[in-house]
């Protein structure tokens, strides 16, 4: 039960597309991520996933429109709705989600990413 | 589906203690809320809490120590951990908890809140 400062966590990693665990509650995880550039598209058939902007921008894509996010602002993308997140500079943001997300959802690829870091 | 504008929000009220829905994701609430002064000891038999500082600072007593948080840092407090925060100035915070989520847990008393608002 100690403290999380975000900044100091977002320090500790560089990469994009990786989420890192920094809590867990109830069956959810907390994650902190950095986003640079398009990622693909997918949905998570049991998951709503939130996505908090910490810094930066970036634009939530969906099939028919796009929600543009900047730091202090957040979004839930419910269940089983395709998404694609595209940033055009690095953005971190937070996310809040089942513990069961994985990130790529649907649409394993290159990108997806399991056994993630806790910090 | 829309994405929300935490300042936004924060600028719709100003009462101490009154938490406000503004997400609802897996079964768990986003809440918004402006802490002033002390809180009652209380604690969740069930719920996992997430306290993170939006703007201010506040600490949250727990029975053996304090663990004092500023802006930018979070904390989970576990289920039926007695805990009870204080603020000496007024501080904006973001909760991530179970929508079953009782702000007084096991200690309803005037500050007891229920049937919370949406923003």
Do not use: C, Y
């Amino acid at each position: 039960m100690n403290k999380i400062n975000i900044r100091e966590k977002l320090n500790l990693f560089h990469d994009h597309w990786n989420p890192r665990i920094v809590g867990e509650l109830n069956g959810q995880h907390v994650k902190l991520a950095k986003l640079k550039g398009e990622f693909v598209w997918h949905s998570h058939a049991e998951e709503d996933e939130l996505f908090l902007v910490l810094a930066g921008e970036f634009d939530m894509e969906f099939r028919d429109r796009t929600v543009h996010l900047t730091t202090g602002e957040f979004l839930i993308v419910p269940r089983g709705v395709e998404h694609r997140p595209i940033a055009q500079e690095e953005v971190s943001i937070m996310l809040f989600e089942p513990a069961t997300t994985l990130n790529t959802g649907d649409a394993e690829s290159k990108l997806t990413r399991t056994d993630l870091e806790k910090l």
